[in-house]
Structure formats: C-alpha cells, structure tokens
C-alpha cells in the first residue's frame, strides 16, 4: 500500500520507481487522502486505488507493507487531509511501514539524511525489495 495525500507527488514517484526497479510483480494499491492524489499514484502504475478515511483504515489491517511520506502516520498531517483515524490505523497497522522522512509538518527527525527526494525514494524501493523477498 503507497499512501499520499495532498497532489500525490511523493506517492507516484514510489510507484514509478516500485514499477522500474521491481517490474509488476507487486500489487500495488494506491490509497490517497483526496482524489487528486489517488489518481496521480494509478497513473504512476497503481494495481488498484481508492480514497478516503474508510478505504485507508480498512486497507491498512490487511496489507503486508505500507509505505509513505513520515506524515501518514501523524493526525491533521497534510494540512488536515490525515484524520486522526488514517493516522491511527497505518501506525497501529501489523504492516511493516516504510516512510520517507519528508513532512511539512513542524517536526524534524534526527538522524534522517536531507537527500534529495529521488535518493530517499530509491533508498525505500530497496528496503521494499528485502521486505518482500521474506514475506
């Protein structure tokens, strides 16, 4: 599961490098906070996607990995497009969470790498590639 919200730019470009470096061998569902970004990610090359609070909260029980910007896992990140619940249900989720250490929000992590994004992505594709050669 990749999810974004706002324009779904962080979630396409996981899908588009997922779709370069693993081929379609995953099935990946796109789940956005708001339309534009569900329909950015399944141009980027999305198995499936839906939209909104219940999509994201039902989906999070039942996938083997989700992966994201940090803000997926913070309530009112996003300028309020994560809900209290969407963040509840990815962090509380059994899924091994990957994220990207981007966020808008004021929260800095420590120890995080200020790559650029096309680094960090890469650098998740590949924690997603070890991931699911043990699943």
């Known amino acids: 599961m990749v999810m974004d919200g706002q324009g779904g730019g962080i ?3 996981l899908i588009k490098y997922i779709r370069d470096l693993l081929g379609d061998e995953l099935d990946v569902w796109a789940l956005g906070t708001n339309a534009i ?3 950015r990610m399944m ?5 499936r996607g839906a ?15 989700i992966v994201g910007p940090l803000g997926i896992i913070m309530a009112d990140a996003m ?27 004021p929260v800095h992590v420590v120890g995080a790498s200020a790559e650029p994004l096309p680094h960090l992505v890469k650098r998740a594709v590949e ?9």
């Open 51 to 65: 939209t909104g609070e219940n999509p994201i909260v039902k989906t999070s029980r039942r996938v083997d990995l």
């Open 127 to 135: 924690r997603i590639r070890e991931v699911m050669t043990h699943v």
């Open 79 to 105: 300028m309020g497009e994560v809900t209290p619940a969407m963040a509840a249900a990815v962090s509380a989720s059994p899924a091994e969470k990957i994220l990207i250490p981007l966020t808008k929000e």
């Open 43 to 47: 141009k980027a090359g999305a198995n």
């Open 11 to 13: 979630g396409a470009t």
């Open 37 to 39: 970004a569900t329909s």
